[in-house]
């Protein structure tokens, strides 16, 4: 990506105005290492996919077994683990104290972090969309964002 920025801007040509990486609270190394910075830098817009990791973030899938003969079941498999687990209950800490729900303050965090143009998340029924709306509207308060920063823990901030 920075190179292709540089050779955009030496020969003058169109330059990526957009990344869509593969960004939410249970996926952030991956772009927080080295494109967050960048994207930063160069003003590059990011619109992340995933925001709600296939539905994990929403707190629907707690077990294997609420994974199971799920469309995307077999995507939440690699969240069911201690770490995921601790992202569960931060947002379901968060959600009580803000009478919110688990989709929409992880929707919040991505909104609030200042890389971040806009999350992409889909909604397959009103509710859900509903539910995403109200996300892109919850503003976090610093306590919210640490904690949930905390037990994400890719290390960045």
Known sequence: MAEALHTSATKKLPRYESLQPHYNLAERAGFE????????????????????????????????????????????????????????KALDDVSARLGAKPAQVALAWLIARPSI???????????????????????LDLEAIALLNAVSGSGVV
Do not use: H
């Not at 143009?117 to 503003?139: H, M, V, Y």
């Open 117 to 139: 143009t806009a999350p992409i998340a889909s909604a397959t029924n009103l509710a859900q969309l509903e539910d995403l709306i109200a996300g892109a509207r919850l503003k």
């Open 33 to 88: 290492t080295a494109l967050e910075p960048l994207c930063m830098n160069e003003r590059v817009g990011v619109i992340p996919y995933y925001s709600l990791a296939s539905g994990f973030l929403t707190g629907k899938y707690r077990s294997e077994a609420d994974a199971q003969n799920r469309a995307r079941g077999t995507r939440v498999k690699d969240y069911l683990n201690d770490r995921g687990w601790r992202i569960l």
